[in-house]
């Protein structure tokens, strides 16, 4: 099988808008990594190209290992003067080789895909009990024990293992709750709960009702949202993914809500992407851009609508901000964060270089690719710990835990990671407290 086949296909001048002028170079961080030209944007592009027009084969080994190697991250998108679309040339390509590859699974194979993507992250409820059985694994000191026996390094699932998000110690889950501003109501947000977010990141969750909160901004959760699906399209399954876009879509329409607030940078690319996935479907694509024309990350909304004058309080502390590739560069969102940070009285925020490079995380990345991912981590590491922060703000879960993970590994243990919004309800608990 060479072409790619409808549908999910990019348009034929998305390729040629690429003039191979290598300004995305410099940003890519598989290039930086390797300097090799095929692990850059313009040799990707090339590679889909040459696949495309039946110059290669869709499964050639270097073909397949280049478009998992990617991270998606976008840099490229957002430096590239003739403003090539890279994402939707690579995840259709992606699509394309998970349907090449599929007679050719073996069961375990199908069955792990199945599991992980389409179950998992398809069913709320399954997520739960799978994030249930972890917590009691981390809690009961079952993890300890097990770290202890070596099994995890006999069987090359340590690395993994450690990666594994603390699962909260309560869960947030959707049910139609209404939380009531403080003072006159400003707006209604419909919050968006997420799927490994709502499990093992639950206090972002609850800081971001309260900081909404006090801005003036009544938050629901529906009960009728899900994953958005980021997961399932990077993976190269796009068809699911607009299965589980169509609910949040139907949520957020029934909800009466003026915005659609997320506070994963990640999920809130997808989110705002809906539009181009159903691109090609005339029943949806007017609702999908309607819909994605109101989501807005929290720290975007936030900054767009103001913290009421005088409403933080003091903290401590030295304070460097990580972008967020999918904050940074999908969304284009890098001074909101920074200047809601800078609001914060008593905080040293100190930049750090390379700051939009991606960490290494990019979804299950640094599952499938643990290689380049952890060259990442330390590259990412290195640049925190250069200007000796005693916290790093983020914007992400996954850029959380690859942070965390990777600081840990280094020794740096008391450096701690938070969301921007965790810094923001702790300086207005300051305040009123």
Known sequence: MKNFVAPDVPPADVFDRC?????????????????????????????????????????????????????????????????VDYGRILEPARTQIVRAQAPARSWWGRLGRAVLVGMLFS??????????????????????????????????LQDVEALAPRVSDRFFIPRD???????????????HAGCIMHVAFATWNEAT?????????????????????????????????????????????????DVYVINAAGCGSALKEYGELFGDDPEWVDRAVAFSAKVHDVLEYLD????????LGPLRGIVTYQDACHLAHAQRITAPPRRLLAQIPGIDLREMD??????????????????????????????????APEIVATGNPGCALQMRNGLDRAGASQVVVKHVVELLDESLKARSG
């Not at 995305?24 to 598989?30: E, W």
């Open 19 to 83: 003039v191979r002028c290598g300004l995305c170079l410099p940003t890519c961080p598989t290039y930086v990594e390797t300097l090799v030209e095929t692990s850059g944007p313009r040799g990707r592009i090339a590679l889909i190209k040459a696949v495309a027009e039946e110059r290669l084969d869709l499964l050639s080994p270097g073909f397949v290992h280049q478009m998992s190697e990617c991270l998606d991250c976008r840099a490229c998108e957002a430096v590239c003067p003739s403003g």
């Open 123 to 156: 069913n709320m409820a399954l997520m739960r009990a799978a994030a249930r059985l972890l917590k009691v694994y981390q809690r009961s000191g079952l993890q300890t024990l097990v770290r202890r026996t070596g099994l995890l390094r006999a069987l090359g």
């Open 177 to 191: 709750q209404r939380f009531a501003p403080r003072g006159p109501k400003r707006a209604t947000a419909f919050l």
């Open 209 to 257: 009702v309260r900081v909404l909160g006090a801005t003036g901004v009544e938050t629901i959760v529906p009960s009728g949202q899900g994953c958005c699906g980021a997961i399932t399209i990077h993976a190269g399954e796009m068809a699911r993914g607009r299965e589980l876009a169509k609910r949040n879509i139907a949520a957020f329409e029934r909800s009466g809500a």
């Open 304 to 311: 767009e609508i103001g913290l009421p004058e005088g409403s």
């Open 354 to 387: 390379e700051s939009s490079l991606c960490c290494g995380s990019a979804g299950i990345y640094n599952v499938t690719q643990p290689e380049m991912s952890q060259r990442l981590q330390r590259r990412k590491v290195d640049r925190i710990l250069e200007v």
